[in-house]
């Protein structure tokens, strides 16, 4: 498996063996009765999500003692490193020291991709993610890259961070051709579009989690009707409703439709050379992005629960970019059930509705704030004038409550059990 942070089996914030063992990748081993070792990072695990800090990189934390779980294999099968991007697969390799305290990326990369090599008394060689994949001459490689290239620029707003189409293709074809010298069976994924992701809410989902009517955030924090809004905007927006400590959004917490539009487009670009190149490199494709989207636009049930893409819709974890067990299993069921059209195989299906009886993404539900009363608006107005907040917000607030004497109520999302 080649892949970054999603088929690593990045979730909740981390990477650690809790989410590892329920990766797709993972799950499709086990129904078909394959070994695959994968690199299991101790609890509570390392690295990161993009649009989160990053937090220092001091390797083991607490409980942890060796960081890489034990016992230790000295190959793993699952390559898949979080925050990977493309060019990074054939350009990257571990490096020493093995904890990089400036540099969190190289030392997650380390313990996946260099661990015990880098420890070893002996001279071994430290591949690169494509060349490890050479090495173990394999007989079927799964390959979902690019994720991370494009939700980079998704979470910073940035179109600018957006991988050139042609560079892009080019180290793509430079991937399949390498493992096509192995004469392994290729299936590659197309890219889900991080716009269309729990990581982003529209303006009205914002305002039905939070309990206020949307029309309020578009007159605080001068937001147009389409804008999305990141998790960290809705935390943010939250912390100010309870303190009214108000003042202007941080970073990149909110991105324009313009922004996502462009972003979306990109990606769809990008999965038709994907499909196109798959095509002509004999690799058989899956759409992993036309999963993310159908989630998206009309959930899946799993088990009588509809599973949707909103924030804990059920089909993401907590950080809202990558899927929970469920939804793993799901991405598991269909590349199985791929590769059993495709190879006259009868691999069986993993059973969702058990893991989703026990996945806690899957058994929350859209959150949906209590209405704020007028009454509470007017004190929330007091408390903002007595901290001296941000006057354009404090005028903002008082002309919403002028035109909305008799409140409103919020919109969308249903309560957390």
Known sequence: ???????????NFTLSADVQNQSFPAQMARQMQTVF??????PPGIGGVAGFPQLPGRFPAAPQTTLRASPTPLLVFNLSVPGLKLADSFTRRPAL??????DVDQTVLNFVLGFPSLVLP???PLWTQLEYAQAMQPTLVLVELGYSDVLEAAVKGDVGLLPDPARFMNDYARILGALRET???IVVLTIPDPARTAYFSSVAGAAGQLGVPDSLLVELYGLRGDDLLS?????????????GDFGPLSGASVISAATAGSVSRRVSELNASIVALGKEQGAVVYDLSGLFLEVRNRGVTVGGITLTGDYLGGFFSLDGSYPGTTGHGLIANRILSLLN???GQSFPLVDVGTLSASDHA???????GRPFTTQELQGLLQRMKNRNADASMTDSLARWIEKNPEGAPPRGGRTVP
């Open 1 to 11: 498996m080649l892949g970054d942070g999603l088929a690593a089996g990045a979730s």
């Open 231 to 243: 998790i960290g905007a809705i935390m943010e927006i939250g912390m100010q409703l309870q303190t």
């Open 362 to 368: 899957a058994l929350s539900r859209p959150l949906k």
């Open 183 to 185: 004469f392994a069976e």
């Open 122 to 124: 002996q001279d071994v």
């Open 97 to 102: 020291p093995l904890v990089h305290t400036d």
């Open 341 to 343: 059209t495709t190879y």
């Open 37 to 42: 070792p994968q690199p299991l990072i101790q």
